[in-house]
């Protein structure tokens, strides 16, 4: 996960560490194109992960 969000958003190992723990906990809100990109990154390391409109 932490090499996913390094190369989708261009991070730092801390800052991927503190995105992949907010990821887990509540996860991200941002437009469809940008979830969809990170899913992406996410799925080519095989993490299963689904993009949902907000609530």
């Not at 996860?27 to 409109?53: D, N």
């Amino acid at each position: 996960m932490l090499q996913a969000l390094r190369s989708a958003r261009e991070l730092s190992l801390g800052e991927a560490r503190a995105q992949a723990a907010q990821l887990v906990e509540t996860g991200f809100i941002g437009t469809l194109v940008e979830m969809e990109i990170l899913a992406v990154h996410l799925r080519k390391r095989a993490i299963q992960v689904s993009v949902e409109p907000a609530a």
